[in-house]
Each structure stands twice: as structure tokens, then as C-alpha cells.
């Protein structure tokens, strides 16, 4: 699904402009980015939990050539579904 067809299911769902929808929408990204950005960590009961993780530097392959690479450290965001959405899926 894309941002669109998220937009368009969730003005339909509630009954609502999809200009309103998508400022929702923006406004559903926005603060989850900052939440993220400042604790790093953002739990939503029933549904999941995003978390900013740490990944060390490690040594890679260029896969073209074979020759060693090394990766600097980054942070990710990962996310753990909570129980419900486990089992909607199932």
C-alpha cells in the first residue's frame, strides 16, 4: 500500500476529505519522527513499538569487486509489533 492509497482508505474509513486525511496523516509522521528523534523509543498499545537502535561499525564486502569496505556506525529505527497486530496477521 502506498501513501496514497493510505490516504484514500483512511478519508473513506472516516468519512472525511482526503486533504484532511493526508494533514492527518503528515501530522501521524511527523510526530512519530520527533518522538523518535528526542526518546528514541515510541510504544502504541495494540499495535506496536518503534525503537531507535544503535548498529556498531562492522568491515563489508564490495560485492562488484570482493574488496573489504568499512561501515560506520548508524543509528536504525526497528520495530516490535505488539500482540494484537501479531495475530490480526496470522
Not at 484532511?20 to 513499538?49: C, H, M, V, Y
Amino acid at each position: 500500500m502506498t501513501k496514497a492509497e493510505l490516504i484514500a482508505q483512511v478519508a473513506a474509513e472516516a468519512q472525511v476529505k482526503k486533504a484532511d486525511a493526508e494533514k492527518t496523516i503528515n501530522a501521524l509522521i511527523k510526530s512519530i519522527s520527533g518522538a523518535l528523534q528526542s526518546t528514541g523509543r515510541l510504544a502504541l498499545a495494540g499495535f506496536g513499538t518503534f525503537m531507535v537502535s544503535a548498529r556498531k561499525a562492522r568491515e563489508g564486502r564490495n560485492p562488484q569487486t570482493g574488496k573489504p569496505i568499512k561501515i560506520p556506525a548508524t543509528k536504525v529505527v526497528k520495530f516490535k509489533p505488539g500482540k494484537q497486530l501479531k495475530d490480526l496477521v496470522k
